[in-house]
């Protein structure tokens, strides 16, 4: 069956710092790959999909991911944070039908 | 459009009481989710709707029952509310094969 593992369920960056969230994934067959954020008492947005095209995806706010074959990895990065970027990320797998979710990550942002 | 609503945003329940949350999508979507999340669980699916009048189980269904009647609506039944049933409860819908799913804002149940 499919899985997600997200390293760190918090990190703190500074603003101005680079962000680094870790997503690891297992799937049997070629996987599309999502990353979400969720901010404060709202839903889930999408914020980038890997769907077997480009291996380097870019997103909203100036985020991206690279998708890893050889290290299972779709780990999300952004060169610069800034305050509004605060909020829990989502990592999630195709699995036939649906999504499967990891634990989140949650990101702070300090001054 | 107004995308993927969610009714009620809160509710408070006593153990025993049921209720039923009510998921709607304008986007003519063939599928559709829920889920709840909880601290450091993150998202787990309860029940899912890969058309209208079809329903399947995910991860955690026990307690739950679903409907879809009509392919914009998808309903979530809590027959016989626990306290472990407390949770954010979320929506979501999508096309078929494009596994990019769309969130509704989220209803907040408090089981006392």
Same mark, same amino acid.
């Given at each position: 069956?499919?899985?997600?593992?997200?390293?760190?369920?918090?990190?703190?960056?500074?603003?101005?710092?680079?962000?680094?969230?870790?997503?690891?994934?297992?799937?049997?067959?070629?996987?599309?790959?999502?990353?979400?954020?969720?901010?404060?008492?709202?839903?889930?947005?999408?914020?980038?999909?890997?769907?077997?095209?480009?291996?380097?995806?870019?997103?909203?706010?100036?985020?991206?991911?690279?998708?890893?074959?050889?290290?299972?990895?779709?780990?999300?990065?952004?060169?610069?944070?800034?305050?509004?970027?605060?909020?829990?990320?989502?990592?999630?797998?195709?699995?036939?039908?649906?999504?499967?979710?990891?634990?989140?990550?949650?990101?702070?942002?300090?001054? | 459009?107004? $995308?993927?609503?969610? !009714?009620? %945003?809160?509710? &408070?329940?006593?153990?025993?009481?049921?209720?039923? +949350?009510?998921?709607?999508?304008?986007?003519?979507?063939?599928?559709?989710?829920?889920?709840?999340?909880?601290?450091?669980?993150?998202?787990?699916?309860?029940?899912?709707?890969? $058309?209208?009048?079809? !329903?399947? %189980?995910?991860? &955690?269904?026990?307690?739950?029952?679903?409907?879809? +009647?009509?392919?914009?609506?998808?309903?979530?039944?809590?027959?016989?509310?626990?306290?472990?049933?407390?949770?954010?409860?979320?929506?979501?819908?999508?096309?078929?094969?494009?596994?990019?799913?769309?969130?509704?804002?989220?209803?907040?149940?408090?089981?006392?």
């Amino acid at each position: 069956a499919q899985s997600v593992t997200q390293l760190g369920s918090h990190v703190s960056v500074s603003e101005g710092a680079l962000v680094l969230l870790r997503c690891n994934y297992s799937s049997s067959v070629p996987p599309y790959l999502f990353w979400y954020v969720q901010y404060p008492n709202q839903g889930l947005q999408l914020l980038l999909k890997y769907t077997s095209a480009a291996t380097l995806v870019k997103g909203i706010n100036g985020f991206e991911a690279e998708f890893k074959k050889s290290e299972t990895s779709f780990h999300l990065t952004k060169p610069s944070a800034h305050m509004s970027d605060a909020a829990e990320y989502f990592c999630a797998v195709s699995d036939p039908d649906k999504l499967i979710f990891g634990t989140g990550t949650r990101l702070q942002v300090f001054p | 459009n107004a $995308g993927v609503t969610q !009714t009620p %945003k809160f509710r &408070v329940l006593k153990t025993g009481q049921s209720m039923t +949350l009510l998921c709607a999508q304008d986007m003519n979507h063939e599928y559709m989710y829920w889920y709840r999340q909880d601290p450091g669980m993150g998202l787990r699916l309860i029940h899912y709707s890969v $058309g209208e009048g079809t !329903t399947a %189980k995910g991860e &955690v269904p026990d307690g739950y029952n679903v409907s879809r +009647l009509k392919k914009q609506n998808f309903l979530l039944g809590l027959e016989s509310a626990a306290p472990s049933q407390t949770s954010v409860y979320f929506c979501a819908s999508s096309y078929k094969g494009s596994y990019e799913q769309y969130f509704g804002p989220g209803t907040r149940l408090t089981v006392t």
